[in-house]
């Protein structure tokens, strides 16, 4: 269209200027310097994006503690049966090869920003030019009455893949005959919408082969959740009498846990529970906040490129991220860590920038072979990153049409990590 | 120095046309406040908004039309929830235009808004109280999009403006050669390309105006590049 044919024009002509002064807009010292971290959906596609693009004009940096990643979205089909852990576990070795990323398996720890400089926990100090930060979430402290961090392995939250997403299913596994699985879920905003619901259609689903007569109480402090009519349609015909959501409106919000006791506590009542999944309120990975680029729980970013609002020369991705309409989802930190990679460049090597455009797609499985889907394009606008389009699957759709949805998003999980790690 | 020249002529172009390239809010939520001022003689909105004369607006944009289930609506509304009308931008900025042109014997005896900016600032004003697609990704869209969907062969099609002189005679029953606008838009000096996908947007229903998409809807793609053609050279 016009406005785009236009900033193509613009762009076109400052890369024709870069031609006759071409400057790396490093600050007195060799190639520009971009330190990325986190290595998940939005910081491995970054770092990827970042080096093959420039073809080795940036020295890109990627700090990431884990040696092998878990993916985290897929994770609830682990606990369905769908996959196995070795299924989700992808490793750094081909960013490293082929693309020259110095990848750093470290914590980082601190943030200079006047310095520009990131600190890691084995002592090292990164200077950048650009730093690109996609931490992923971290819990409120004190958001589920009785629990904690130091209560995670009686009442795993299961929020982050790997070994909590293991400890899980060992527990639906360990669960007595008729016993009762209770689902803290999150308050808004929090990282993939439809998340907990395809959890509770996966544990059913568990649950419905190996101790059928099991019951799944979620409480959730929302009246109501992503994709809440298709997953009602699939509970009522999938899973029927097994599972027992509780709204707002129901006292949803006011619970408690008592992990030592295994008991949950929802509107007063208590209910003693053999495996429990809580998952607090969340906010923006803690170097976001160390960094100081947050404001209450997330980091507001310009939608345009990704920048933080509270500094240009930071970067901050996915989930941490407070953009606008997108949901917290690992296609959405993908999707947004290529805009981000594309205005990094640009700024770096004065490459050409392109308008920012997002989209998002969040697959959930209900039952082998029945997926749905919700989806939705995405515009920078002035104030945030704007939803302009989408779609969402149908109740009542043919399982020929559940059954292409689900494979479509096996596809997608083939195309996302392909698009991070290889 | 000529080199130079050209290179500063051609940034500050490039700054100038740099400017509007991000997609639009549906318009302004402050400036929709006080266009509200307007509604609220019947409609509450916010934490405490209630059934007054006509329903709460909390949530409006996603719902199927007469489905806030506390409230007593015209036959005429609860038919067109069951013919399907859907709460989006589009449906809601026709019905705002002119509620009786949407939902013929709606309650709701209001004028109506002419002015498009008015609407679509009481829209963005209204959205803000309606789910986050943030929070629920099927949420209802915040902004219009830069794209369309339009083949960019149809695009490329030359139009014959002697043709479209002739096509013409529907349109300027309603829209003045001249360019005025009085109640109906000036369409003459438009870009080809803006005219065309204007139309197309008609066509397609995703503009919401039942006569422009009616109008719209019995032209084939060359009627379409021959009125553009003819109508950007009209008033010159």
């Known amino acids: 269209m016009k406005l785009n044919r236009r900033i193509f024009l613009g762009s076109g002509v400052a890369a024709a200027a870069s031609l006759k002064a071409p400057a790396l807009l490093a600050q007195g010292h060799g190639k520009p310097r971009v330190v990325v971290i986190g290595g998940g959906a939005g910081g491995a596609t970054a770092a990827r994006y970042l080096t093959k693009d420039s073809e080795g004009a940036l020295d890109v940096t990627l700090v990431e503690p884990s040696r092998s990643y878990f993916t985290c979205f897929f994770s609830n089909l682990y606990l369905g049966g769908f996959k196995e852990i070795d299924d989700l576990g992808h490793t750094y070795g081909t960013l490293a090869a082929k693309y020259g990323i110095n990848v750093v398996h470290d914590w980082a720890v601190d943030v200079d920003r006047d310095g520009k400089t990131v600190t890691l926990a084995g002592g090292a100090s990164l200077p950048y030019d650009k730093l690109i930060l996609s931490p992923g979430i971290d819990f409120v402290d004190g958001a589920v009455g009785g629990w904690s961090l130091a209560a995670q392995n009686a009442m795993p939250h299961a929020y982050k893949g790997g070994s909590q997403t293991e400890l899980l299913r060992a527990q639906v596994d360990a669960m007595p005959e008729g016993g009762v699985f209770a689902m803290v879920a999150p308050p808004n905003p929090y990282r993939c919408p439809p998340g907990p619901y395809e959890r509770v259609s996966m544990i059913a689903h568990r649950l419905k082969a190996a101790n059928p007569t099991a019951k799944i109480i979620v409480a959730d402090p929302k009246g109501k959740f992503s994709k809440q009519s298709l997953f009602e349609e699939g509970w009522a015909n999938h899973y029927p009498g097994m599972i027992d959501w509780v709204g707002e409106d129901f006292g949803g919000g006011e619970v408690s846990v008592d992990p030592a006791a295994m008991t949950v506590t929802i509107d007063g009542e208590e209910t003693e529970v053999h495996a429990c999944n809580v998952i607090p309120a969340m906010k923006a990975g803690r170097i976001a906040e160390m960094a100081g680029v947050t404001e209450g729980n997330w980091a507001p970013v310009n939608a345009a490129d990704m920048s933080a609002k509270a500094d240009p020369d930071v970067y901050v991705l996915g989930d941490a991220a407070q953009q606008g309409d997108m949901p917290k989802s690992g296609f959405s930190a993908n999707s947004q860590a290529k805009v981000c990679a594309n205005a990094v460049r640009g700024a770096l090597t004065e490459s050409r920038v392109f308008p920012a455009k997002f989209s998002n797609t969040c697959w959930s499985l209900i039952d082998a072979n029945n997926g749905v889907k919700v989806g939705a394009t995405y515009e920078a606008t002035e104030e945030k990153i704007a939803k302009v389009d989408g779609f969402i699957s149908e109740v009542g759709e043919t399982s020929d049409v559940r059954r292409a949805t689900y494979e479509e998003s096996e596809g997608w999980y083939a195309g996302i990590v392909a698009d991070m790690f290889s | ?236």
Not at chain 2, 14 to 36: C, H, M, N, R
Not at chain 2, 112 to 130: C, E, I, M, T
Not at chain 2, 143 to 150: F, I, Q, V
Not at chain 2, 187 to 206: C, G, Q, S
Request: hydrophobic content about 35%; proline content about 6%.
């Open chain 2, 1 to 236: 120095m000529k080199l130079r020249w050209v290179f500063s002529v051609l940034t500050t172009a490039t700054w100038l046309l740099a400017g509007p390239v991000s997609a639009e809010q549906i318009g302004d939520p402050e400036a929709g406040a006080k266009v509200f001022s307007q509604c609220k003689g019947c409609h509450q909105i916010g934490p405490d908004a209630q059934d007054r004369i006509g329903p709460h607006l909390n949530g409006v944009f996603g719902r199927k039309a007469a489905a806030h289930d506390t409230f007593d609506y015209s036959a005429s509304m609860e038919r067109a929830g069951a013919d399907g009308l859907i709460w989006t931008a589009k449906t809601l900025d026709a019905y705002l235009e002119n509620p009786r042109a949407l939902v013929s014997k709606t309650r709701m005896s209001f004028r109506g808004l002419k002015d498009p900016q008015d609407r679509a600032d009481v829209l963005a004003y209204l959205r803000d109280f309606s789910d986050n697609p943030r929070d629920l990704p099927e949420a209802e869209p915040t902004a219009r999009g830069t794209d369309h969907d339009l083949d960019p062969t149809i695009l490329a099609i030359q139009g014959d403006p002697e043709y479209g002189a002739y096509l013409s005679n529907e349109c300027l029953t309603c829209h003045q050669s001249d360019g005025s606008a009085r109640g109906i838009p000036s369409i003459t000096r438009w870009p080809e390309e803006d005219f065309v996908v204007a139309m197309h947007a008609y066509k397609n229903k995703l503009r919401p105006h039942p006569v422009m998409q009616m109008m719209a809807g019995r032209l084939n793609n060359e009627e379409i590049a021959a009125l553009a053609a003819y109508f950007k050279t009209l008033d010159e």
